[in-house]
Nanobody, 124 residues
Framework: VQLQASGGGLVQAGGSLRLSCAVS????????MGWFRRAPGEERESVAV????????YYADFVKGRFTISRDNAKNTVYLQMSSLKPEDTAVYYC??????????????????WGQGTLVTVSS
């Protein structure tokens, strides 16, 4: 399984970005998908998770109301729409696939396959 994240970049505070994660897997539609981030000097943290069919989502408190996770199972792709970005959102963002089909979880430890990360920089 390979995950390719894209869409990061430099944006001013208050701006928006849309991250995409393309997954090379025949069984993409069987796994929950998540977005995580790691800021400089910090540990990796959960940002958002979406269930197999997209009916359930999890958001970290610090992104609620600003970020939206979605998926297109026909395209093997998961997205993270980020709005009202803040300088503290600056981090490398990673997408990941849950380690067990049809299971739920939002801890990084629940996820097995990871993309390479895409850098998001928010200037003040």
């Amino acid at each position: 399984v390979q995950l390719q994240a894209s869409g990061g970049g430099l944006v001013q505070a208050g701006g928006s970005l849309r991250l995409s994660c393309a997954v090379s897997s025949r069984t993409f539609g069987r796994y929950a998908m998540g977005w995580f981030r790691r800021a400089p000097g910090e540990e990796r943290e959960s940002v958002a998770v979406i269930s197999v069919e997209g009916s359930s989502t999890y958001y970290a408190d610090f992104v609620k109301g600003r970020f939206t996770i979605s998926r297109d199972n026909a395209k093997n792709t998961v997205y993270l729409q980020m709005s009202s970005l803040k300088p503290e959102d600056t981090a490398v963002y990673y997408c990941a696939q849950h380690r067990t089909s049809h299971r739920w979880g939002y801890s990084p430890a629940d996820f097995r396959y990871w993309g390479q990360g895409t850098l998001v920089t928010v200037s003040s």
